[in-house]
């Protein structure tokens, strides 16, 4: 299987990125407090989402092995997803950032199905450690405000 990552699927995945980065880059540098709290929340917002769509991808995978132990692992990240949009923005910013780290290890250790090609998991690995490199760097910049 080739390992390398079609066009179509390489900007779209990295167009992903724009929605993090752009509220990430906003949060840390915008004049106005409400503003950069507005941004926060939509940074949360948008990486929850996101979150939720990962665990529909491992749903997709579970299905080729219906069995409990796979569809539960499956839908945990839109359960964790949905609790992070009601805490405290920065505790999901730093939650959302871990649990983003453990998935992307999980599925690129064992990979969620084998008749996927790999290039995914390339890209996975890519994608997830982009988005857990956002998370920390909002997060120490939030916290360095004080």
């Known amino acids: 299987m080739s390992r390398q990552i079609p066009a179509p699927a390489a900007w779209l995945g ?30 949360v917002a948008y990486s ?40 405290d923005p920065l505790d999901a910013v730093q939650i959302l950032g871990l649990l983003y780290a453990a998935l992307g290890v999980f599925d690129v250790m064992r990979r969620p199905a084998p008749e996927w090609p790999a290039w995914f998991m390339k890209l996975r690995a890519r994608l997830s450690g982009a988005v857990v490199v956002m998370h920390l760097v909002l997060f120490l910049a939030w916290t360095g405000q004080g």
């Open 14 to 43: 990295g167009a992903g990125l724009i929605p993090f980065a752009l509220a990430a880059l906003l949060a840390m540098i915008a004049d106005d407090a409400e503003l950069r709290a507005l941004a926060l929340r939509a940074f």
């Open 48 to 87: 929850a989402v996101i979150l939720a769509f990962l665990g529909g991808v491992r749903w997709g995978a579970a299905l080729g092995e219906v069995s409990w132990r796979p569809l539960t692992l499956s839908v945990l990240p839109s359960l964790f997803a949905c609790a992070c949009l009601l805490i």
